[in-house]
């Protein structure tokens, strides 16, 4: 998808108005199109999602930038994390909700039959809003994704006819564990159980266990939530370094730190409208939309 | 009983009032262990204790207890002791006293009135309401002491002066009962000692929320005594009638073991443990058929059920939409876990005997009770799989972990210790039946070998490929054995009795179903500690 024709066509606005009704005029005369250089890692058209019969989704459009951090931001409950499973097609699992609409990875559709969803979550990554680490030793929780899709083998049989990869393993776990602040304060118990780490020492350990797979895509849920600022610091660090050859994507609730760490912000209002999407620095500085503005300054919520 | 020290907000004179308390505590402890001595006739009921009759001496802890509360609870109610009661003891109090008091009622009028029918009902219902009403309406220090005091004190008195004594016996006219009075006071006396104990546990904290709950410790504490009583006295009663028939001729160095190049060195003997039941040169008739049958069994079922119990349970909770159809499997599984085990055994005979062995065997006994196992292991797998939080399998879905591999990796270890929890209940089971053993599995009661199963492979090169005679051949299991010999008539061997022989194997049993348990628990402890940090 090229860049002319990103989300905000023409169209949009108009096609807004016939689903939604009355209070989306006013998102039509503050809409305004982002433009950005470079190829769309994702691209999200007419994305609509209902749990039941509530809608939480109306009409998503916005084209993720490839190798850069995209932050989400908007009040508890307008459809952050829900968009956000959507990306990686974690929301099937979710029995109520239906999903209309469209998403490109690298210009294939993921919405569509015959898609392998195993494939798509190894390249989309994802940090849940809650730590959840198996029940497992920290080293295991790691190893875990890399194992099961065949690039590690541990096991009794690889040992027996010499294809041990523990070293790969040991260094493949360092690397993930450094890269998610976690290394210091992990080292020598590695063979844990990681419910025995702390609520932000688990979330940490769920970025590790999802770099480990080498995903194109992380997706964040609140991944600092639990954290304090120190710990915050390092994730941020890492967040900016990752855009280098990763496309992340954020949820945060810390409008600084989207501020700080983000490329582009798309920010979400109650009733799972998007309202506006740009470059940072332009929706913090000089929002288009009142309604941002007023979220943004503290006025609304 | 705890020893609780604290600082209270008033300070005022609670240590008589805790003295007291502490005074009738013990008062009934002795009188609880005493009245059991006298139960299980370790003293007799006539005996003399400084002097004194036995079943009076208890009398007198009764009263003293009974006098003990009044002091704690008039003296509490009269504010002469620090305490903190509520308004009043409560319904569920009052209601229990009600009972108890009319029960009293009903007793005395029955003894006085001369078992005369219809007269002692008003009476016991007039105390019941006399009882309710002394609970419920006065302060709780008051209304949770004296009802008790006043049946303690009435029992005992009763007692003291004679009034029921060793020789005494009741024998009511409307049934054939006989109570006699060396098993009916000291049973009085438990009784009453219990609730003594309660009244007391709460005036020791001042009664209020605190008395409340030391109460309620005390009952817990009791039940779970009562609980663990019952279990050491039937094992106990077991090993007490087993242990010499067991250790029949042992001796820890008797025996020989001849070790390769070594020779012969001395060796433990146990007879009765590593013998054959019958056979010409067997001396001390031993149980080693027995039990090796036994764990063929369980080894046989477990290894037929647990596959496939865990397989239908991870179907039914990962695969099957849930609806009709997993609920009619559902109904079904815990109709069949509670089906009688003659009714499993009845299809053995039926079914399963003539077409596999054609005669009790091994094999079909090991297929009757893996049938039996069956519904357990999935009921319980199906629990603990569900109970593997959802978070887990989203945490793998996201990492691009297919969903066989989730549940392979992540599901079933953590549902493990449930599961192992359910084996472990169903091999406690199937380790001890003994009916659908009788119709398809059973052979000589006496055995001269035990089963040979290792041994008795055939392989050929031609289908089935593999035979084993031993496991087609019927055998001897524990359960099985006890019941052959019990019901036998005479023990072919002079050395034992039928009876000997029979607690011998009791007591035999109970230690393999305890090791089988020893290695479950084991087994189930290890996967929880894997799964969480300990
Ligand atoms: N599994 C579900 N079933 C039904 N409704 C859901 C489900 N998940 C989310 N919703 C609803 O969808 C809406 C959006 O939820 P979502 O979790 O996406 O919000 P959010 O923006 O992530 O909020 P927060 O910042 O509090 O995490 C909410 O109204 C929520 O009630
Ligand atoms: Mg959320």
């Not at chain 1, 295991?140 to 690039?151: A, E």
């Not at chain 2, 939409?321 to 009688?340: D, K």
């Not at chain 2, 099985?480 to 061997?493: M, N, R, W």
């Amino acid at each position: 998808m090229s860049n002319t024709e990103a989300v905000h066509e023409p169209s949009e606005p108009a096609q807004q108005l016939t689903t939604t009704g009355e209070s989306d005029e006013r998102v039509r005369e503050e809409w305004t199109e982002y433009d950005f250089a470079g190829d769309a890692k994702l691209a999200v058209e007419d994305l609509d999602v209902y749990y039941g019969d509530e809608q939480a989704l109306q009409s998503i459009s916005l084209d993720v930038p490839e190798e850069s951090v995209t932050a989400l931001i908007g009040p508890s409950g307008c459809g952050k994390s829900t968009f956000l499973r959507c990306l990686n097609r974690m929301n099937d699992r979710v029995k109520s909700a239906r999903i209309d609409g469209s998403v490109q990875l690298d210009d294939e559709e993921i919405y569509t039959d015959g898609v392998n969803l195993v494939e798509l979550r190894k390249r989309i990554g994802m940090v849940f809003q809650e730590p959840n680490p198996f029940p497992k030793s920290i080293r295991d929780n790691i190893s875990y994704g890399p194992r099961k899709h065949g690039d590690l083998d541990t096991g009794l049989l690889a040992r027996v006819l010499g294809r041990d990869d523990r070293e790969q393993e040991a260094d493949l776990v360092e690397r993930a564990l450094r890269r998610a602040a976690l290394w210091d304060e992990v080292e020598d118990r590695l063979d844990d159980n990681a419910l025995g780490l702390s609520g932000g020492q688990q979330q940490r350990l769920c970025i590790a266990r999802a770099l480990a797979v080498d995903p194109d895509v992380i997706l964040m849920d609140e991944p600092a939530s639990a954290l304090d600022p120190i710990a915050t610091a390092k994730i941020e660090d890492l967040i900016e370094e990752l855009a280098e050859d990763y496309t992340v994507v954020v949820v945060t609730h810390n409008m600084q730190q989207a501020a700080r760490i983000s490329d582009q912000t798309a920010v979400f209002l109650t009733g799972g409208e998007l309202v506006e999407y740009g470059d940072t620095d332009q929706i913090f500085e000089n929002p288009e939309s009142q309604r941002v503005e007023d979220y943004i300054t503290g006025k609304f919520g | 009983m705890s020893s609780v020290t604290r600082n209270r907000l008033v300070a005022g004179d609670s240590t008589t009032s805790v003295l007291v308390a502490r005074g009738v505590l013990a008062a009934s402890a002795l009188a609880f262990f005493a009245s059991w001595l006298v139960l299980f006739q370790w003293v007799d009921e006539t005996a003399l204790v400084a002097g004194v009759h036995v079943l009076k001496l208890l009398g007198v802890a009764l009263v003293a207890a009974g006098v003990g509360l009044t002091v704690v609870g008039v003296g509490s109610r009269l504010e002469y002791f620090e305490s903190t009661p509520s308004s009043s003891a409560g319904l569920p109090v009052g209601f229990v006293f009600g009972l108890l008091w009319a029960v009293l009622g009903g007793l005395v009028a029955t003894r006085l009135l001369g078992n005369a029918l219809a007269m002692w009902l008003p009476v016991a219902a007039g105390f019941g309401i006399v009882g309710l009403l002394v609970s419920v309406l006065p302060r709780e220090d008051v209304g949770s002491t004296l009802p008790v005091a006043a049946i303690l004190v009435l029992l005992g008195g009763y007692v003291v002066v004679g009034g029921i004594n060793a020789g005494w016996t009741w024998s009511p006219s409307w049934s054939s009962a006989v109570f006699p009075g060396s098993e009916l006071v000291p049973l009085l006396v438990v009784f009453g000692a219990l609730l003594s104990a309660w009244s007391a546990a709460k005036a020791r904290e001042g009664f209020g929320a605190e008395g409340r709950q030391s109460g309620a410790y005390y009952l817990v504490g009791s039940v779970v005594f009562a609980m663990l009583g019952v279990l050491a006295l039937l094992v106990a009663f077991i090993v007490k009638n087993g242990l010499e028939t067991m250790l029949t001729r042992t001796s820890l160095t008797g025996g020989h073991l001849t070790l390769p190049f070594v020779g012969s060195v001395p060796w433990a003997e146990f007879p009765f443990l590593m013998n054959q039941t019958g056979g010409l040169f067997v001396e001390v008739p031993g149980v080693l058929p027995a039990v090796m049958g036994t764990l063929w069994l369980v080894f046989g079922a477990v290894l037929f059920a647990v596959p496939l119990g865990i397989g239908a349970a991870v179907f039914l909770t990962e695969y099957a939409e849930r609806g009709r159809f997993t609920q009619v499997v559902e109904v079904a599984t815990n109709g069949l876990w509670s089906t009688p085990s003659i009714v499993f055994g009845l299809f053995g005979l039926a079914f399963l005997v003539p077409r596999i062995s054609g005669g009790n065997s091994i094999f079909v006994g090991q297929l009757v009770l893996g049938f039996m196992l069956l519904p357990l292991v999935l009921i319980t797998s199906r629990e603990a799989i569900l109970a593997v939080p959802d978070e887990h399998r989203d945490a793998s879905a996201a990492l691009g972990v297919t969903k066989w591999e989730t549940i392979r990796s992540v599901v079933l270890p953590a549902a493990m210790p449930g599961t192992i929890t359910g084996v472990i209940l169903g091999v406690g089971r199937i380790a001890g039946e003994t009916a659908p053993l009788l119709l398809v599995f059973g052979g000589s009661p006496y055995p001269s070998s035990y089963p040979n199963v290792l041994g008795s492979f055939q392989f050929s090169t031609q289908p089935p490929f593999v035979t084993n005679d031993a496991l087609l051949s019927p055998a001897s299991a524990l359960p099985y054995q006890l019941y052959s010999t019990i019901t036998a008539g005479v023990f072919p061997k002079e050395i034992f009795t039928n009876t000997e022989f029979g607690w011998g194997t009791a007591l035999v049993l109970l230690c393999v179903v305890l090791g089988l348990y020893a290695i479950g628990v084991g087994s189930r402890l290890y996967f929880r500690r894997k799964l969480h940090h300990e």
